[in-house]
Structure formats: structure tokens, C-alpha cells
């Protein structure tokens, strides 16, 4: 369940194999993330990369494990490469740039026990323009945050929050997503298919999306249960301040 979790959060992530040629006293060789990281959450046509910019890997817990690279700026721009990684741990990835053009964008994963390459579209960031308007549409109807609350890079210490969007909407439909801090339930936004928040929502709407803000930082438990009653694995995400948690793409089928 922790692979298919891991690639319903944004990730790809390949099918485990069993490790070979490692004796009990051996310890797991350190593996690497690597792809292009382009303007998300969805991939553009042509795809906009992400250049300049960096990509760190961090654990449950929130502590630093590396600090990716763009190892040829010049002849591959936009891909990014993360090592030293632990294999068959739970990582979480955080795209951001020096320039502030980009909401510092968490992606969570499972690494496998062999490099992890990427594919199109599943490391990315959010770009504060489109946040902007994300965000001025959401609170239409007078639910949610005023968008200054989110944006403004001169108030410190704003908590994280939480966009999300189930990878296959209708099918989903009804569907209850559930953030937990510390045992305590933290109230979830679903939007209609428009991109509004609305009160009369208790679950997932056509479009699949929804919204958690004024999230604490740390590691965070989301449960998600489907219309039938069925209650998914819960799974782990980090939040971080002045941050987005993706959970873009998130599966609720079997």
C-alpha cells in the first residue's frame, strides 16, 4: 500500500524489487531521485521547466536529508537530480526558488531501491501567479483565506496548507479526504467543479478538489474515505510554513 500511497501523492514510483548481493552486515546503498521539475500542477503543452531553482529531500519528521542540484544548467536545464537518498523510506520533496516566483511546492514519495527517474509532469512546483488566482476563485463564495493571508511574503510564520485534486474526479466523487494534527481534525474545503469552495460540500465534488489552510508545520496524517464507507491506509505528508503540500493527482481507486 505505502508504493501505490506514495504514487497517488504525486510521485512515481516504480515497483519494488528485492535487494540482491546484500549480506545482513551490508548496509542499503543510497539511491537518487532524478527528472525534470516543471510549472505545475498540470503539465503544460510545451511544458514549462522550472530553472535556477532547487529540489530538496526531507523525511517524515521534517529534517533535511540532501539538498538537490540542477547538475547541467546549461546543456539540460530544469532537471533535477536528489541523492544520497535512503532506499524504501518516505521522502518528501520541496521544489523552490531564490526568486520567490514559485510557492515552495511539497511533493511526497517512497523511494524505491534503485534510482527513481521521474516521469513527465510529477515533480513540480506551483508558481505564486497561479496561487494568486487559485485562490481568489476558491474564496469566491466567502470560504477560505483572503489571499493576502497566503501570499504575503512580509508576514512571517504563516502556516503551511494543503491543495489537492483526486487523479480520476468522478470516479471518486464523494469521496472525504481528512488532515490530522496530533490526533485533531483540521477542516477540509472541497471546491465544485469550478474551483469554488463550497459550504454545502461535505466530499469530493466532480471536480475532485479540495483544500485544507492554517496547517501547522510538521508531519501530517490524511485519512481518506470513499463513498462506499471504505477507509484507505492513512498516509503522511509534510507541512511546512510559507509552504504548499501537493496532494495533486491523489488516487482513491483500487
Not at 520567490?100 to 512546483?125: H, K, M, Q, S, Y
Not at 501570499?151 to 466523487?173: C, H, K, N, Q, Y
Request: proline share 9%.
Amino acid at each position: 500500500m505505502d508504493a501505490a500511497l506514495a504514487r497517488l501523492i504525486s510521485i512515481v514510483v516504480v515497483a519494488l524489487a528485492p535487494l540482491t548481493g546484500c549480506t545482513p552486515e551490508e548496509e542499503d546503498p543510497a539511491v537518487s531521485i532524478f527528472g525534470d521539475v516543471t510549472v505545475g500542477p498540470d503539465l503544460g503543452d510545451p511544458p514549462e521547466l522550472v530553472t535556477g531553482g532547487h529540489l530538496d529531500a526531507y523525511d517524515d519528521e521534517g529534517t533535511i536529508l540532501s539538498r538537490g542540484e540542477e547538475p547541467w544548467p546549461g546543456d539540460r536545464p530544469g532537471y533535477y537530480r536528489v541523492q544520497e537518498l535512503p532506499p524504501e523510506s518516505h521522502v518528501h520533496l520541496v521544489a523552490w526558488d531564490d526568486e520567490g516566483e514559485l510557492v515552495p511546492t511539497i511533493l511526497a514519495a517512497r523511494t524505491p531501491t534503485d534510482n527513481l527517474f521521474a516521469r513527465d509532469g510529477e515533480l513540480f512546483a506551483l508558481r505564486v501567479d497561479w496561487l494568486d488566482r487559485r485562490l481568489v476563485l476558491l474564496s469566491k463564495d466567502g470560504l477560505g483565506p483572503r489571499v493576502e493571508d497566503v501570499l504575503d511574503p512580509l508576514e512571517d510564520g504563516w502556516p503551511g496548507f494543503v491543495l489537492g485534486r483526486l487523479a480520476e474526479a468522478e470516479a471518486g466523487e464523494g469521496s472525504r479526504v481528512t488532515l490530522r494534527v496530533d490526533g485533531e481534525p483540521l477542516e477540509t474545503l472541497y471546491l465544485d467543479e469550478v474551483g469554488i469552495a463550497r459550504e454545502a460540500l461535505a466530499s469530493t465534488g466532480p471536480g475532485g478538489e479540495f483544500a485544507v489552510f492554517d496547517v501547522p508545520p510538521g508531519p501530517v496524517s490524511v485519512e481518506v474515505s470513499l463513498a462506499d464507507g471504505t477507509d484507505l491506509e492513512p498516509f503522511t505528508v509534510l507541512v511546512q510554513e510559507q509552504s504548499c503540500t501537493s496532494l495533486y493527482g491523489l488516487e482513491v481507486g483500487s
